[in-house]
């Protein structure tokens, strides 16, 4: 490994409490956003793998497989492409992580609203301020509650 990730590496595992405390921080950030993405594929009735510590989820759209092959979609990589031009929803098709059904995707929840480092800090900064998960979507993740209100649209669309 080339030094300067030995040095990072080195100052990650010290044990420095404030490093250790940011580690948390994000790690807990990271938590709210995907178990909101989580309860919204709940609410929508999509079929979706509970996360366990994950920064995504992993949805499947199988139940609705007349309704995608009506839309031209008939796999995965289809589904994300169609997500992607039609609703500005970025996935990664699920059978590039060995999923065996056909219509599944992994969305990730970790950048969404954190395109810069000046907008990472502020997210920590509110985060710290008012640790409440639903006032920290609320009041810090505009493009994922976006990204939420685009995904119910396309449920509504696969149900007709």
Request: charged share 20%.
């Amino acid at each position: 490994v080339v030094a300067p990730v030995q040095y990072a590496a080195m100052v990650a595992y010290s044990g420095d409490p404030e490093i250790e405390g940011y580690v948390r921080t994000c790690a807990s950030m990271h938590a709210i956003r995907t178990r909101y993405l989580y309860d919204l594929m709940e609410r929508l009735g999509v079929q979706c793998v509970k996360p366990a510590g994950a920064f995504y989820i992993f949805p499947c759209f199988d139940q609705w497989t007349e309704a995608l092959a009506a839309l031209g979609i008939t796999n995965d990589e289809e589904l994300a492409h169609y997500l992607l031009e039609n609703y500005e929803i970025a996935a990664l098709p699920g059978s590039a992580f060995h999923a065996v059904r056909q219509f599944c995707l992994r969305i990730s929840s970790s950048f969404i609203d954190a395109a810069t480092d000046e907008k990472a800090h502020g997210l920590v900064e509110g985060y710290r301020a008012d640790p409440d998960p639903g006032r920290f979507i609320q009041n810090h993740h505009p493009r994922l509650q976006k990204v939420a209100e685009r995904l119910g649209e396309f449920v509504e669309e696969l149900k007709g």
